[in-house]
């Protein structure tokens, strides 16, 4: 069984920080890509940041020189540091992570958490 959990949302003036982790437990052989995706009230999940397991990282429009994504394959952790917050970036944030369980697994599979909000206010 593999875990992902996330953890570090709150509350947070505008102009504030934050940082989100995401750490995946469990039967885990190796990471592919990580990323984060939130979703705010009525309206659908969106891609946030997402980092490979060599260290490429690659950012959304929105939070690009804001947000930095970053991951410890050695504890199979994944980071989001979340600076200058705006109103907009409220919502609960995913983390993601593509599993093999094995060595011989042909591809790795999708796993979610279950999220962390994030409410930041003007």
């Known amino acids: 069984q593999v875990q992902v959990v996330e953890s570090g949302g709150d509350l947070v003036q505008a102009g504030g920080s934050l940082r989100l982790s995401c750490a995946a437990s469990?039967?885990?052989?190796?990471?592919?890509?990580m990323g984060w995706y939130r979703q705010a009230p009525g309206n659908q999940r969106e891609w946030v940041a997402s980092v490979h397991k060599g260290g490429t990282t690659n950012y959304a429009g929105s939070v690009k020189g804001r947000f930095t994504i970053s991951r410890d394959n050695a504890k199979n952790t994944m980071y989001l540091q979340m600076n200058s917050l705006k109103p907009e970036d409220t919502g609960v944030y995913y983390c993601?992570?593509?599993?093999?369980?094995?060595?011989?697994?042909?591809?790795?599979?999708?796993?979610w958490g279950q999220g962390t909000q994030v409410t930041v206010s003007s």
């Open positions: 469990g039967s885990i052989f190796s990471i592919d890509a």
């Open positions: 993601n992570a593509q599993i093999r369980s094995s060595g011989s697994a042909p591809y790795a599979l999708n796993y």
